[in-house]
């Protein structure tokens, strides 16, 4: 495997889909159960867009694809993703 980068790579292209901090949000990969904060996978950049693996058992989590002016989010390596909800006042 290449070099990686960490789930941070991932804050200023996703900060276009979500309103809040999704590297901040705890994600659950689909094939090993692991729950961490997204900015904990292993971000591949040399791909056709960045590939975020699991830190765990390199599971792809998520896929960003910028395709002209369209961005392709895929997150089907996820089994969940909890974000903080818009307004929250907790912790
Ligand atoms: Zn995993």
């Keep these: 495997m290449p070099n ?3 789930g941070n790579a991932l804050a200023g292209v996703l900060s276009e889909v ?4 999704v590297t901040a949000a705890r994600a659950r990969c689909g094939s090993c159960g ?3 904060p997204l900015a904990e996978a292993m971000v ?7 590939v975020a693996r699991c830190a765990s058992c390199n599971h792809i989590l ?6 002209g002016e ?3 989010l895929s997150l089907a390596g996820l089994d ?4 903080r909800a818009t307004g929250s006042t907790d912790g």
């Design 80 to 83: 969940t993703i909890e974000l």
């Design 62 to 67: 998520a896929v960003v694809v910028t395709a």
């Design 4 to 6: 990686h980068l960490d």
């Design 70 to 72: 369209h961005l392709i």
């Design 18 to 21: 979500f309103t809040t901090d």
């Design 44 to 50: 591949y950049p040399d791909a056709p867009g960045l």
């Design 34 to 36: 692991r729950t961490s």
